[in-house]
């Protein structure tokens, strides 16, 4: 029985093993949903209605996310290049009390296998044993060609904030070269706050980690009772809304949202702000002896199945420069050479680790994406962020990380 005893503990290392890689998963109770995003490199060369159809999303919603310009000729059928990087807009849910996205759907071609569905064709965002446990999978050797597997894929929502100010989560999948250092300087934040947002006690991560890193994101003040309530613009994306009449995006100026036509309205309610001949969007700006005039029309909202529209006149100190979209770009064809290397410049942030803010979520093992059971008394319960979650036992994850060091030998 010596054998068999070693084959166990062979098992259970094994399964140890391919429980080290993290993911920051965050518990809820809600059954409310948030956009969020995934940080994506293609596996090969795919059409921009390949790739949404691959996450079953709208294109325009994957192009407004990457600031890729929609009324570019038959951007659609736009061949994207292998290895390109980009952000994928996904809905995010509460399911089984942690947040997650189940609306992924995948279709098994011939040659596939769990691990090639999981590691290259959603690029590490998924574990081949989460669409095991997902598909209840009983042989992964024996997979149907055409079956569809739902793929589930990891997101946050962390009440659409972060340290207060309006946010939208990413799941990042750690790459070979990368530091915490050098994500926190890409994605313009601290070490600090993607230490707190991910519930780390160390700057330590490992290829294959999935951390939740928060893009600003520029919030509408739209009222209640309108269609797009709530609409929040992350940095580096513009929305479109009001049935695709109008897009907004962050000023360039200010994080304040700014909306205007969309460059493909074409059957519209009146943009026309009520008595003036501004349209949404026209700011008028008139130097006078009190300051600059200053009078605006901007999008409040779609109200009743029409574009509601606010003039506001103001008196500032200084005249504004001239308001303009931010630029969009043309759908890539190449890869840029700055995404093939992980950055070298390190933030100017230093970690002081004396922050003493509440870590957001837990982070375990990704497999099973299992909630981190018990609370630990971690949480001050400041903001109402923290208290929807439950960081891990503390023990529990060294007892494990413990008994994989011990394991080792065992199984060698
Ligand atoms: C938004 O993104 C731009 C680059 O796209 C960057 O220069 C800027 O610092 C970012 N702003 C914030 C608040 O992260
Ligand atoms: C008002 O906005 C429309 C639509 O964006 C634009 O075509 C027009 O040039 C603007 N007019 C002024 C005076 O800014
Ligand atoms: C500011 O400009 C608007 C429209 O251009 C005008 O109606 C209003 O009288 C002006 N207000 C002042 C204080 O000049
Ligand atoms: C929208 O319609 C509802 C009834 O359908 C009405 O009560 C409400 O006043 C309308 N709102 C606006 C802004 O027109
Ligand atoms: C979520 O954030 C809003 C402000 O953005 C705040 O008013 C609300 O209390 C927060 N809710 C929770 C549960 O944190």
Known sequence: MQNKNILLLFLLFKLL????????IEPCTTSDTCNSLLGYTLYTDLKVSELSSLFQIDPISLLTA????ISYPDVEHHILPSKLYLKIPIQCSCIDGIRKSVSTNYKIRPSDTLSSIADS???????????????????PNVLDVGQNLVVPLPCTCFNGSDNGLPAIYMSYVVQPLDSLNNIAARYFTTLTDLMNVN????????AGDILAIPIPACASKFPKDSADFGLLVPNGSYAITAGHCVQCSRGPRNLNLYCMPASL???????QCKSSNLMLGNVTVQQTSGGCNVTSCTYDGIVNG???TTLTPSLQPRCPGSQEFPPLIAPPTVVPRE??????????????????RSPKSSVVPSTGFTPALGPSGISSGASAACSLVKPLPTLTLTLVLLFVKLMIPVAL
């Open 265 to 271: 309205a074409v059957s519209c309610s009146s943009m």
């Open 66 to 69: 990457n600031s890729i310009d």
């Open 199 to 206: 519930a780390m006690g160390t700057t330590g991560i490992s």
């Open 339 to 356: 995404s093939l290397f992980a950055p070298a410049p390190s933030p100017s942030s230093l970690f002081d680790g004396t922050d003493g």
């Open 121 to 139: 064709i959603y690029g590490g965002l998924v574990s081949s044993d989460q669409l095991r446990e997902a598909n209840s999978v009983t042989d």
């Open 306 to 308: 029409t574009i509601a």
């Open 17 to 24: 093993i391919t429980t080290t890689s993290k993911s920051t």
